[in-house]
Nanobody, 115 residues
Framework: QVQLVESGGGLVQPAGSLRLSCAAS????????MRWYRQRPGNERELVAE????????TYADAIRGRFTISRDNAKNMLYLQMNNLRTEDTAVYYC????????WGQGTQVTVSS
C-alpha cells in the first residue's frame, strides 16, 4: 500500500532553515509527480511546491518562492523540501502528497517558526 512518511520538522527561529524529508513506498516513485502541502493554523491545506517525475521542473506557491526548494532522489524514493529564511507565517503542518487515482498523504510534520 502507498505510504508516505514525513520527517524533519521542528522549532526554528525566524530566518532559520529546516529540511523536510518524505520517504515514499508502495508505488513506483519515479513515475509520479510529488507535492508538498501545508496547513497553517486556522487555514485550509495549501499547495506549497511540486516537482516532476525527473526532478527537472518545480513549481512553487508565491508565498515561498525563492526561499524553499523542492527536490527528489528517485534512487532512494525520497522527496525533500529545503526551507530557508523561515518566517513566522510558515508555521504549519507540512504534508507529502502523491495522486494515484486519489490523493495520498503522510501523517505530516510540524514546523514552528518562533523566537
Amino acid at each position: 500500500q502507498v505510504q508516505l512518511v514525513e520527517s524533519g520538522g521542528g522549532l526554528v527561529q525566524p530566518a532559520g532553515s529546516l529540511r523536510l524529508s518524505c520517504a515514499a513506498s508502495g508505488f513506483t516513485f519515479s513515475w509520479k509527480t510529488m507535492r508538498w502541502y501545508r496547513q497553517r493554523p486556522g487555514n485550509e491545506r495549501e499547495l506549497v511546491a511540486e516537482i516532476t517525475t525527473d526532478g527537472r521542473t518545480a513549481t512553487y506557491a508565491d508565498a515561498i518562492r525563492g526561499r524553499f526548494t523542492i527536490s527528489r532522489d528517485n534512487a532512494k524514493n525520497m522527496l525533500y523540501l529545503q526551507m530557508n529564511n523561515l518566517r513566522t507565517e510558515d508555521t504549519a503542518v507540512y504534508y507529502c502528497n502523491v495522486r494515484i487515482v486519489e490523493n495520498y498523504w503522510g501523517q505530516g510534520t510540524q514546523v514552528t517558526v518562533s523566537s
